[in-house]
């Protein structure tokens, strides 16, 4: 029996136990984070303050939950402003790529180099850890621009900004981009450089697809190499349910385990990538370990797609002026499902008056829960005649490929019905 | 020095923040050594340390035991960050209206949190406070400057309207927005006002704010009481009940 009490490196509180029993493998993912319940608290609370509350659900994810929220109410209202969505993107662009940072330099790369950490890292990695701490900064600084707070984003409410956003603004963002777009172009190749394992899971990717990009915000939903549905249909898509004895939902397609995040993203979309960081992800791939590249390679993209975007708002004077909205609701519906930067995250709700009368909430950790357990199980029986040593580390590894976001997981509120 | 960072129930937004400082590190590394961080290091220094910075507040048991276990370990205890002063956007749970609202919805009981929510003082002695949700990274430096100084670390006793009169920010009460600024602490320099958005209160209580003034107000705008009630009591039960 293997035991791993507390993952390290990934957010949240997660526990992992492997049994090795004549030959046979038995592997618990478990999730030990206290309870915060946050479809039920948002029960009750005002339109404008759903972003406020649900981008608490994560610290990291936390400027996409604000905007799926706010998208999920805008849809409730049969709101829709192209401009905003726009600038919204831009903001995406930046906190997406803060968290890719994040987990590739300080969470998953220690494990490349074998350190236990960025800081043991340091004496002999010193150049790379600076470079990491200047794109996340200025990545960082761009999304406090537009959203007052870098992390829980003030300004996100359903229908706009609070904030006008100025040419200057704009100005300023492509500036900053630019000046870190070699070092996000350095990511990709770090990362491309890499020797990973090779680990598959017989299951299914999914993300948002639209024809035209590699979409973060909207889109419809859709299984690589196979069907595509409109978020609005989730339910009937993606099969949730409770394994004992854990207490996590877990999600299936068809009975098999759904993976999301930034591989799936790149396989279904793979020839809208830009050409130069196409260069570094030539073709899709099974092998989940590439997670890694593909943040690396968005890392790349949407730094590029991020530039090309402000540039011509700038071009056009399309400025951002705010302007009050106000909605009411007849038990309106409004669903919404984004890309997280660990992939597909879903916000339903239904409105009443002015006040949210119902939640359900998927987000990509939860999607991903069956499917990071079966990649470790196969990556275990690979290592079986392994010391218990290399076992652990591997496990780890194999987890931390996801970038598992373990709060968000655990939102789910438990009701029982009478 | 021995610094430890640990997380309870919460986002995690707060040890992000930390991670934020960037470059910033670097120095703090040079008077610290970051001996346990779980969201950042495999190893786990086991104590005791110097100074434990705690973000989240308990909902489980072993949450507490563990809380309890960090303040025998540590010199110094930190708690950051809104779920670690006051609790938590989480405390809503505990809101009663909450409750009548799930019932209908649901038509089925509550879901039960074996050990509500409660800021870290409510179980062991908590020597600094990190106001804010997250906290300011500006006030995280200044804490190290005078724990390093041994000089003592004020929390700040000015509400956030002080700081947008003094950033000439437009009032968004006089807009008729339901800002929390003029009963909440400062410190944030007033972060979301200037950018259009009301203050939320995720600082906690300004302890000399003029409540009553303020729910007076909000009345004026037209804001129902339960409305009142709920912009109160966001981040952590406090000023009004």
């Avoid at chain 1, 494990?111 to 996340?136: H, Q, T």
């Avoid at chain 1, 359903?158 to 870190?180: A, C, Q, W």
């Avoid at chain 2, 600024?181 to 007033?190: D, E, F, I, L, Y």
Wanted: net charge negative; hydrophobic share 35%; glycine share 6%.
């Amino acid at each position: 029996m293997i035991e791993i009490p507390l993952i390290t490196r990934v957010e949240g509180h997660g526990h992992l136990s492997i049994k090795i029993e004549d030959g046979s493998v038995d592997v618990n993912f478990g999730i030990h984070e206290g309870p915060r319940y946050f479809e039920a608290i948002l029960v009750g609370r005002k339109w404008y303050e759903v972003p406020e509350i649900a981008c608490r659900i994560c610290g990291i994810c936390t400027v996409i939950h604000a905007m799926c929220a706010a998208q999920a109410v805008e849809n409730a209202a049969n709101f829709q402003d192209e401009l905003l969505e726009t600038y919204r993107n831009l903001m995406i662009y930046s906190s997406h790529i803060q968290s890719h940072v994040l987990h590739l330099y300080f969470l998953a790369w220690p494990d490349f180099v074998r350190k236990d950490s960025v800081i043991s890292a340091y004496p002999e990695y010193g150049g790379i850890i600076k470079k990491a701490f200047k794109m996340k900064g200025i990545v960082n600084e761009l999304t406090e621009i537009f959203g007052a707070r870098k992390t829980h984003p003030a300004t996100v409410v359903p229908g706009r900004f609070t904030k006008d956003i100025t040419i200057r603004e704009l100005e300023y963002y492509v500036k900053k981009m630019k000046e870190i777009l070699p070092l996000l172009k350095e990511t990709a190749e770090l990362f491309s450089q890499i020797e990973y394992p090779d680990i598959r899971v017989d299951g299914v990717h999914l993300a948002l697809t639209d024809d035209r990009t590699v979409p973060l915000y909207h889109g419809d939903l859709k299984i690589f190499g196979g069907e595509r549905f409109s978020p609005v249909d989730y339910k009937n898509y993606i099969q949730e349910k409770v394994v004992p004895p854990n207490t996590t939902k877990r999600s299936y397609y068809n009975g098999k385990p759904i993976m999301v995040g930034a591989l799936p993203r790149l396989n279904i979309n793979h020839r809208y990538l830009r050409e130069e960081a196409k260069e570094f992800f030539s073709s899709p791939s099974e092998n989940i370990m590439h997670n890694n590249l593909a943040q690396a390679v968005e890392c790349y993209h949407y730094g590029l797609v991020a530039i090309e975007t402000a540039e011509e708002l700038i071009a056009k004077r399309r400025e951002y002026i705010s302007r009050k909205v106000d909605f009411k609701f007849r038990n309106s519906e409004g669903i919404a499902a984004v890309e997280a930067p660990r992939g597909v995250l879903i916000h339903h709700y239904i409105l009443n008056g002015d006040e949210v009368k119902y939640t359900n909430i998927i987000t990509p950790t939860a999607i991903n829960f069956e499917h990071i357990e079966r990649a470790v199980y196969s990556r275990v029986v690979d290592l079986i005649n392994q010391d218990e040593e290399t076992i652990k580390f591997e496990a780890e590894k194999v987890i931390r490929a996801y970038d598992p976001c373990i709060s968000c997981s655990a939102h789910v509120v438990k009701i029982t019905k009478n | 020095m021995k610094v430890a960072a640990f997380s309870l129930s919460s986002c995690s937004g707060c040890l992000v923040e930390f991670l934020n400082m960037e470059e910033k590190i670097l120095e703090v590394l040079k008077i610290a050594e970051i001996s346990a961080m779980p969201i950042a290091r495999s190893i786990i220094d086991e104590g005791p340390y110097d100074i434990v910075f705690v973000e989240g507040s308990p909902t489980t048991e072993e949450q507490v035991r563990e809380l309890i276990e960090w303040r025998n370990k540590t010199k110094i205890l930190v708690a950051m960050g809104s779920c670690a002063t006051l609790g938590g956007v989480q405390t809503m749970i505990e809101d009663t209206t909450f409750k009548e609202a799930i019932k209908r919805q649901y038509g089925g009981d509550i879901p039960v949190i074996s050990v509500p929510p409660r800021p870290l003082d409510h179980y062991v002695e908590v020597d600094y406070k990190l106001h804010g949700c997250p906290f300011e990274l500006s006030e995280l430096l200044e804490l190290l400057k005078c724990i390093v100084n041994n000089k003592k670390f004020e929390e700040k006793e000015y509400d956030v309207c002080s700081e947008c009169i003094l950033r000439e920010v437009n009032c968004l009460l006089e807009r008729g927005l339901p800002c929390m600024g003029p009963v909440t602490r400062g410190g944030c320099n007033a972060r979301c006002p200037a950018m259009g958005a009301v203050c939320t209160g995720c600082r906690g209580e300004y302890p000399h704010g003029n409540v009553s003034s303020h729910i007076r107000k909000l009345k004026e705008l037209g804001y129902s009481d339960d409305e009142i009630h709920k912009f109160y009591n966001k981040y952590g039960r406090r000023m009004i009940k």
